[in-house]
């Protein structure tokens, strides 16, 4: 009995790791995304900051970044130069990466829509 509760606890660990996801690979670098609209946005994100450009409309964001975890973080809109999007300074938007497709993207969900700052 004790051999079987021990095999299982140890298929049970094994394979939780095996399903963790490495999201730390998102945590600097270089990046594009597709948004809703189906345009390819440039991302750049270092340290504390995330950086987008729009290239076809020539809008520049750049957010302050808080990893809550490896795979979750905040994004607080700071500056751009879109009269649009001035109206989220300040916003707080929560991210979780939900599915990482290693080196090739990942997924996300987004706890949206924004919430101003308190």
């Not at 051999?3 to 140890?10: E, Q, R």
């Not at 879109?82 to 090739?104: H, L, M, P, W, Y």
């Not at 949206?112 to 700052?117: E, G, Q």
């Amino acid at each position: 009995m004790k051999i079987s509760i021990l095999v299982f606890l140890t298929f049970l660990f094994s394979s939780t790791n095996a399903f963790a996801q490495d999201c730390t690979i998102y945590h600097k670098g270089y990046f594009t995304f597709t948004d809703s609209a189906g345009k390819v946005i440039l991302m750049h994100r270092k340290k504390k900051y995330q950086y987008q450009y729009d290239r076809e409309k020539k809008i520049t964001t750049q957010y302050r970044i808080k990893w809550i975890s490896d795979c979750e973080y905040t994004i607080t809109q700071a500056i751009t130069n879109s009269k649009a999007q001035r109206k989220f300074k300040n916003s707080i938007t929560k991210v979780v990466i939900s599915k990482t497709d290693g080196e090739n993207g990942f997924y996300y969900k987004c706890a949206c829509p924004t919430i101003p700052w308190q």
